[in-house]
């Protein structure tokens, strides 16, 4: 098995210059896409309008399991647990799309890099937007 330090493995960059250099270079990018779950972001052939929404849950609240509470020794021993799972996950899915936010800030740097502007634009916008990462770009 290869791994990146294997001598054995090259790396291939595809420069988007010109309309023939379109499919080696989409293919690297969905290699790279791939690996880190971002496809559907980047498939020209998937509509942007029906892409999942990349924000951050709403972080859980005491109040959601009594009202007024402020502290989480007001809550039932039942809710505390609750409470306390809740934030687990939530800890949890909102680490997921800061990554995801990350990797497709990496990937819109890598388009960058290995793209001529113009050719690039014209070339991406046969599905797919650079304006899409743009919005993605989310916290730092």
């Known amino acids: 098995m290869a791994t990146e330090s294997d001598p054995a493995v090259t790396r291939v960059t ?4 010109k309309p023939d250099d379109w499919f080696n270079w989409l293919f690297i990018r969905q290699d790279i896409a791939n ?3 971002l496809w559907q972001y980047i498939d020209p052939d998937v509509a942007k ?15 959601d399991y009594k009202a007024g509470a402020t502290k989480l020794s007001e809550l039932p021993a039942d ?3 609750s409470y306390r799972w809740e934030c ?13 936010l990350s990797c497709m800030r990496g990937l819109y740097a890598e388009v960058s890099r290995n793209s001529v ?17 743009a919005s993605a770009q989310g916290p730092s």
């Open 14 to 17: 595809i420069i988007l210059d």
């Open 49 to 63: 309008e029906t892409l999942p929404v990349l924000t951050e849950p709403p972080e859980p609240q005491l109040t």
């Open 117 to 133: 502007p113009f050719v690039a634009i014209i070339c991406w916008l046969r599905g797919r937007r650079f304006d899409h990462f």
């Open 79 to 81: 809710d505390r647990e």
């Open 88 to 100: 687990d996950r939530w800890e949890r899915r909102r680490t997921l799309v800061s990554q995801t």
């Open 35 to 37: 690996r880190h779950g």
